[in-house]
């Protein structure tokens, strides 16, 4: 377990320079001399270190690399599920005949000698899937004429059956689930070499055929490119006192092509320094964090952070090397815990609603500002109550919801705030925290807990009721307006409301003529559910500003079950 240090990071990341942003903000940084990669891991047994020194990457299988030798750092097996009874060993004995297989010494082997019995088999699974296109295996050379007389060789590619493979291995594995690639029923040669097209493989079935003496000395295993999945799971860090998290950062590179590979980066944090044998004091993983510098997802303040990298690749000829990772921390926390609920949690899609928010703070260091998130536009703020007394409060424009500052408190106390906004997605998370605006530490989260015994919710979300259409509504203010340039009214805002959407879909919201005819598009990225607002000066595609008369406004959101579509009539006059 690593305990956390301040340090400078002046230099890292290549031309990257990062900096706090105070001093009461720390960095985190794993990668680097401070704290390197081999280090700082708990389990990467697919991970090179060796390759790109410094950086992390998935596996790969260079020119003349034996993936053989390997199986047991990765998690592999060598068994075979008959020939301790075959040959009648013990089971330790076995084990040391076998490992002398993939040992790299000529003085040792597997031995199948003074035996009346065929069908011994030796099973290897690599611990990954790499992509293979060459098998030897041969006796010691001075042994040369106790060959392999006849065998079965197969292979799995460890997707089809393979945990029907996985969940067995000192069983006879279904010979079914493998796929023949080489068999001969009277070899001639001392030196097996099967080469075959690339292709992936992690399960490997080796059957004699014959009842003649016979030994491997060594099984060697060639191929090429990338593992097409790869984890490097972080030992667990302990930042030595419940601490709060900032953004996340990195540096990486594509390797190879660069549409083949991707990487997830999640976290997961807890009190307890084991999540293994404690899994109760850690909060599930993270979801997978889409961009640099976004903030840590994982619940604070927590003593303990751990990350997980995923590396996938879906050909063997890309992946993703990862130089350094920065976490933003500060500490100690601003409050022992901030739990937060809010009341109604059942609300009508796209109904401006009346809110109350309820927080509890305790032990606080200190606190004058709190921000709650969003969906749609924060239309009203009603009050804000301090142990159920008015406090005094100004507003700032906080686009994602609502920011309110007040006079700096500390202690235990319960906050309250009522408001008034809509809701537009089926489950709706009021996300709040707490900052104090006298230090430079970062906010604190609020979680959702019991803030207050009246009230029955005891969590931060709201939902609607899932009927209804995607486009709950659309609206265009002023209707008609007249783009003339005389600055009254010369432009027209649109405002439509989106519900229903789990993820960011394509939309588009078109002008057309009375006719049918285009004469604008009015540009939109994707866009989720929420309230959206864009503005139309009156002009066309080309920059034109269209005639006076009616128009058709028309709203089109793709989603999978197809397209929705919703429109209003404008009016341009002059």
């Known amino acids: 377990m690593s305990r956390i240090s301040r340090i400078g990071l002046a230099g890292w990341f290549g031309a990257m320079l990062w900096s706090?942003?105070?001093?009461?903000?720390?960095?985190?940084?794993?990668?680097?001399?401070?704290?390197?990669?081999?280090?700082?891991?708990?389990?990467?047994?697919?991970?090179?270190?060796?390759?790109?020194?410094?950086?992390?990457?998935?596996?790969?299988?260079?020119?003349?690399?034996?993936?053989?030798?390997?199986?047991?750092?990765?998690?592999?097996?060598?068994?075979?599920?008959?020939?301790?009874?075959?040959?009648?060993?013990?089971?330790?004995?076995?084990?040391?005949?076998?490992?002398?297989?993939?040992?790299?010494?000529?003085?040792?082997?597997?031995?199948?000698?003074?035996?009346?019995?065929?069908?011994?088999?030796?099973?290897?699974?690599?611990?990954?899937?790499?992509?293979?296109?060459?098998?030897?295996?041969?006796?010691?050379?001075?042994?040369?004429?106790?060959?392999?007389?006849?065998?079965?060789?197969?292979v799995n590619d460890g997707v089809f059956g393979a945990d029907i493979v996985a969940a067995s291995p000192d069983k006879l594995p279904n010979r079914s689930l493998f796929t023949i690639i080489a068999q001969d029923g009277s070899n001639n040669r001392d030196t097996v070499d099967v080469r075959f097209p690339l292709q992936y493989v992690r399960y490997i079935r080796l059957e004699s055929t014959q009842r003649f003496n016979w030994e491997v000395d060594e099984f060697q295993i060639f191929g090429a490119g990338f593992v097409p999945q790869a984890q490097y799971l972080s030992e667990v860090f302990d930042f030595e006192q419940p601490s709060l998290w900032g953004g996340l950062q990195w540096a990486s590179q594509q390797l190879g092509n660069p549409d083949r590979s991707r990487m997830?980066?999640?976290?997961?944090?807890?009190?307890?320094?084991?999540?293994?044998?404690?899994?109760?004091?850690?909060?599930?993983?993270?979801?997978?964090?889409?961009?640099?510098?976004?903030?840590?997802?994982?619940?604070?303040?927590?003593?303990?952070?751990?990350?997980?990298?995923?590396?996938?690749?879906?050909?063997?000829?890309?992946?993703?090397?990862?130089?350094?990772?920065?976490?933003?921390?500060?500490?100690?926390?601003?409050?022992?815990?901030?739990?937060?609920?809010?009341?109604?949690?059942?609300?009508?899609?796209?109904?401006?609603?009346?809110?109350?928010?309820?927080?509890?703070?305790?032990?606080?260091?200190?606190?004058?500002?709190?921000?709650?998130?969003?969906?749609?536009?924060?239309?009203?703020?009603?009050?804000?109550?301090?142990?159920?007394?008015?406090?005094?409060?100004?507003?700032?424009?906080?686009?994602?919801?609502?920011?309110?500052?007040?006079?700096?408190?500390?202690?235990?106390?319960?906050?309250?705030?009522?408001?008034?906004?809509?809701?537009?997605?089926?489950?709706?998370?009021?996300?709040?925290?707490?900052?104090?605006?006298?230090?430079?530490?970062?906010?604190?989260?609020?979680?959702?807990?019991n803030a207050m015994d009246t009230l029955p919710g005891d969590d931060l979300s709201v939902r609607v009721p899932l009927r209804g259409g995607v486009i709950h509504q659309i609206s265009v203010a002023p209707n008609p307006f007249s783009p003339n340039g005389d600055g009254v009214n010369d432009e027209t805002i649109v405002t439509y409301d989106i519900s229903h959407l789990t993820e960011m879909v394509p939309m588009a919201l078109g002008v057309f003529d009375l006719a049918g005819r285009q004469v604008a598009e009015l540009p939109l990225a994707k866009g989720q559910s929420g309230r959206h607002q864009l503005a139309w000066d009156g002009r066309d595609s080309q920059g034109e500003q269209v005639p006076p008369g009616l128009y058709l406004l028309q709203l089109e959101v793709q989603t999978d079950s197809g397209t929705r579509r919703s429109s209003r009539i404008l009016a341009i006059v002059y």
């Open 264 to 449: 997830f980066i999640r976290t997961r944090s807890g009190s307890s320094p084991s999540p293994d044998s404690d899994p109760q004091a850690w909060s599930p993983w993270s979801p997978p964090y889409r961009s640099q510098g976004e903030q840590i997802l994982s619940p604070a303040p927590r003593r303990y952070l751990q990350v997980s990298i995923d590396f996938e690749s879906d050909g063997l000829d890309g992946g993703v090397a990862v130089d350094s990772l920065l976490v933003e921390f500060s500490r100690p926390a601003l409050a022992t815990t901030i739990e937060g609920e809010i009341w109604p949690q059942e609300v009508s899609v796209g109904a401006d609603t009346s809110f109350t928010y309820v927080v509890q703070v305790v032990n606080a260091r200190g606190f004058d500002h709190l921000e709650i998130d969003a969906s749609a536009p924060v239309t009203q703020v009603q009050a804000l109550r301090l142990d159920s007394v008015n406090l005094a409060f100004s507003r700032e424009e906080f686009a994602a919801g609502l920011a309110l500052n007040f006079a700096r408190v500390s202690g235990s106390h319960t906050l309250e705030v009522d408001f008034t906004t809509a809701v537009l997605r089926y489950e709706t998370v009021f996300s709040g925290r707490l900052r104090d605006s006298q230090t430079a530490s970062l906010p604190q989260e609020v979680e959702s807990g």
């Open 20 to 154: 706090s942003a105070a001093p009461a903000v720390e960095q985190f940084v794993v990668g680097g001399q401070e704290r390197d990669w081999e280090t700082a891991a708990g389990s990467a047994p697919v991970i090179d270190y060796r390759t790109q020194p410094g950086w992390i990457l998935p596996s790969s299988v260079g020119e003349g690399t034996n993936v053989a030798k390997d199986i047991y750092a990765r998690g592999g097996l060598l068994t075979s599920p008959n020939a301790q009874t075959v040959l009648r060993l013990s089971k330790d004995i076995l084990k040391q005949k076998l490992d002398s297989m993939i040992d790299g010494d000529h003085q040792t082997a597997f031995e199948a000698k003074n035996v009346a019995a065929t069908g011994i088999l030796v099973v290897l699974d690599l611990g990954a899937r790499f992509g293979v296109n060459q098998i030897r295996f041969f006796p010691r050379p001075d042994y040369r004429a106790d060959f392999m007389k006849g065998y079965v060789l197969s």
